[in-house]
């Protein structure tokens, strides 16, 4: 009887680990120095693109001719949060430039209550117009 037990404790541990393992569905980052395979750029206000760098925007670096994977101290953030590069979208200017970067599609149908999580930095510019993160 206790084997028989021990079995289903067994069992029934299998299951419940099976259950609640959170299943990985996309787990991409930018150290190629380009946006991962199939993901696309939908440009919705102007054509500035996504770039790949080590860290923010640089006030001594405004045309973007610093190497992509320097380190600099005034870049904001400083650097990649892991790695060398992150996707960086920036345009200083009035015109209201906006491009999506968009992932290969996935595949979430069966999943129950699927959490996407990814590093953020967004530097308000602006108090009185807040950045804005959407997502489909």
Known sequence: ??????????AFGLLYTSITKAQVFLN????N???????TEEYV???EPWRYRNGGHSPDDPNWKLPADTLDIRRNPPSAHS????AIFFKQ????????LITKPLNLEGT???ELSFWLCQIPWNK?????????
Do not use: D, H, V
């Open 83 to 86: 790695g060398t590069y992150n």
């Open 128 to 136: 009185n117009a807040p950045p804005k993160l959407g997502l489909p």
């Open 45 to 47: 206000s102007g054509t």
């Open 112 to 114: 129950i209550q699927p």
């Open 28 to 31: 991409e980052g930018f150290e």
């Open 93 to 100: 200017s009035t015109n209201q430039e906006r491009t999506k």
């Open 33 to 39: 120095g380009t946006k991962p395979a199939g993901w």
């Open 1 to 10: 009887m206790k084997k028989l037990l021990l079995a289903i404790c067994f």
